[in-house]
């Protein structure tokens, strides 16, 4: 591997790692985009990556906790939607079932049996 993309190899580890100065992101993506070979090389350095990186005890904690996080928040989230349906739909019930009562209580009657 030449120097200058061994360089380029370790600002993308750190790009990876998310440790990366804007400064020398600007530079990976410049190289990046240089061409097809150039992007084919950063996707095989993102695969080498992932195949043998493992992440330290912290960010496991971390990533637990945002996933813990999102999980509660789209929990709440739906039993929010289902209650504002829920609330809707009753809504509807009674105000139709207040115009049959109003035109007509003994046809209400028969509609609950």
Same mark, same amino acid.
């Given at each position: 591997?030449?120097?200058?993309?061994?360089?380029?190899?370790? %600002?993308?580890?750190? !790009?990876?790692?998310? =440790?990366?100065? #804007?400064?020398? &992101?600007?530079?990976?993506?410049?190289?990046?985009? +240089?061409?097809?070979?150039?992007?084919?090389?950063?996707?095989?350095?993102?695969?080498?990556?992932?195949?043998?990186?493992?992440?330290?005890?912290?960010?496991?904690?971390?990533?637990?906790? %945002?996933?813990?996080? !999102?999980?509660?928040? =789209?929990?709440? #989230?739906?039993? &929010?939607?289902?209650?504002?349906?829920?609330?809707? +739909?009753?809504?509807?019930?009674?105000?139709?079932?207040?115009?049959?009562?109003?035109?007509?209580?003994?046809?209400?009657?028969?509609?609950?049996?």
């Amino acid at each position: 591997m030449i120097p200058d993309q061994e360089k380029i190899k370790e %600002l993308a580890i750190s !790009y990876f790692e998310g =440790k990366i100065h #804007l400064k020398d &992101e600007s530079l990976l993506f410049d190289f990046v985009s +240089q061409s097809k070979e150039s992007e084919s090389l950063f996707r095989k350095w993102e695969q080498e990556w992932l195949r043998e990186h493992k992440p330290s005890q912290e960010t496991l904690i971390l990533w637990d906790r %945002l996933s813990t996080g !999102y999980r509660c928040r =789209k929990k709440q #989230l739906y039993q &929010e939607r289902f209650s504002r349906q829920w609330q809707r +739909q009753l809504s509807l019930l009674l105000f139709f079932w207040r115009l049959n009562w109003e035109d007509d209580p003994g046809r209400m009657v028969v509609m609950l049996l």
